[in-house]
């Protein structure tokens, strides 16, 4: 059975709680604004959580648990958007990455790094990760509304943008040296294709 179908299945198997629905509804309208951001700068993770199912237990008598996916989206740096609900088919589809390394037990950061900067120590690495801000990609993409709230990051919001301009920077060089090489390479194969061959009338 896929993974969608696995979702579906445990998402049918329960009695409507309608309790439960507003709440979904409501949590869903706080998945919305979230959606607004980049997703690869949220914090997001899956992970599983037994939950009882009301209409098993009343048939056995006896209280019945299913483990369930859940996902937990952050905004990171903003402590006001936190999104925790059962994972939906199209929670995976927008998140395969972090997915597919829920599924073989990884770290589900994707990005570089904090620790992997010059211009961060350890305690400042820290106090980010509290606030769900794993990677320089993260830290980066602070609004200057939540770069304002935390100290010093502002000016650690301009390092780590420059840090990943640096990167982008070498792989446009990169790219540039490439095209150069491959021109230079099709003119030589051209120049040598011309040449009469030796030997032959």
């Known amino acids: 059975m896929t993974d969608f179908a696995v979702l579906d299945a445990v998402h049918q198997s329960q009695a409507t709680n309608f309790d439960s629905l507003d709440s979904r509804m409501l949590m869903q309208s706080d998945s919305n604004k979230i959606e607004r951001a980049a997703d690869d700068k949220l914090f997001v993770r899956f992970y599983t959580k037994a939950l009882r199912n009301e209409e098993k237990s009343l048939e056995a008598g006896r209280a019945?648990?299913?483990?369930?996916?859940?996902?937990?989206?952050?905004?990171?740096?903003?402590?006001?958007?936190?999104?925790?609900?059962?994972?939906?088919?199209?929670?995976?589809?927008?998140?395969?990455g972090h997915y597919e390394r829920f599924r073989k037990g990884q770290e589900q950061v994707i990005g570089t790094p904090l620790n992997a900067v010059p211009f961060l120590n350890d305690a400042q690495v820290e106090e980010y990760k509290a606030l769900y801000i794993r990677t320089v990609e993260q830290l980066a993409a602070l609004s200057d509304v939540q770069a304002s709230k935390i100290f010093g990051s502002v000016a650690h919001k301009q390092e780590a943008q420059k840090f990943l301009d640096s990167f982008k920077s070498a792989d446009s060089l990169r790219a540039e040296f490439q095209k150069k090489f491959e021109e230079q390479q099709a003119q030589i194969a051209a120049l040598q294709a011309a040449q009469p061959q030796g030997g032959k009338k």
């Open 64 to 96: 019945i648990f299913e483990e369930q996916v859940f996902i937990n989206i952050k905004i990171p740096g903003d402590k006001n958007n936190d999104v925790n609900r059962v994972a939906f088919p199209e929670d995976i589809q927008r998140f395969p």
